[in-house]
């Protein structure tokens, strides 16, 4: 089979999904619009595009040596959407609204502990792939291109609810979805 239809059917369910960080892009895309999310965005994919690069050189294997770097990430991650979790409870549409930027994005990436299980993951089943620094190159571009559109896409599905915010009631709802999004993830971090 061809290796970017592989690649595509291995990388499209966990890029395009909600997860956390698509659940954040949309709340975001709602209360600040499409343009206010694209620092977030750069954040979350150079973040990742570092995970990736991190992952293919070598910290699959510090992983694998010391477990508990991932255990410290899984729980740093769980406070972290938490505190996003509330963020989007607060949030505000207007003069009082308050984006997330570059250096939330960045974090959420870095702490998303399925970020890393995503790259783990991908490096074995793509080893051939993986043992060189252009195949690595060339896998951590391919998944980054899939995320960035799996992210944008999200930020602008949020955006395009946008109109829906002049309803206090339905933004009320909006963000206590969100919210309570985040915090099922968190819980089932925590559990699994």
Do not use: C, D
């Not at 291995?10 to 694209?38: C, D, E, H, M």
């Not at 729980?75 to 930027?101: D, N, P, Q, S, T």
């Amino acid at each position: 089979m061809n290796f970017l239809l592989i690649f595509s059917m291995f990388i499209i369910p966990l890029a395009w999904t909600p997860g956390p960080v698509n659940i954040t892009l949309s709340a975001v895309g709602i209360q600040s619009g499409f343009r206010k999310s694209i620092p977030l965005i750069a954040g979350i994919n150079i973040a990742f595009l570092t995970q990736a690069f991190g992952v293919g050189i070598g910290l699959k294997s510090l992983f694998a040596a010391y477990p508990l770097l991932m255990e410290l990430i899984r729980y740093l991650g769980i406070l972290y959407l938490l505190l996003l979790a509330w963020k989007i409870v607060k949030m505000k549409v207007g003069e009082g609204a308050v984006a997330l930027g570059f250096w939330n994005g960045f974090a959420l990436s870095m702490l998303n502990p399925k970020v890393w299980m995503t790259l783990i993951v991908m490096y074995a089943q793509f080893s051939e792939e993986g043992q060189t620094l252009s195949g690595i190159v060339l896998l951590s571009v391919l998944a980054l291109g899939y995320f960035l559109v799996g992210n944008t896409a999200w930020a602008i599905f949020g955006a395009s609810l946008r109109r829906w915010v002049e309803n206090e009631r339905f933004f009320f709802i909006q963000k206590i979805v969100f919210s309570l999004l985040l915090v099922g993830v968190a819980v089932y971090m925590f559990f699994a």
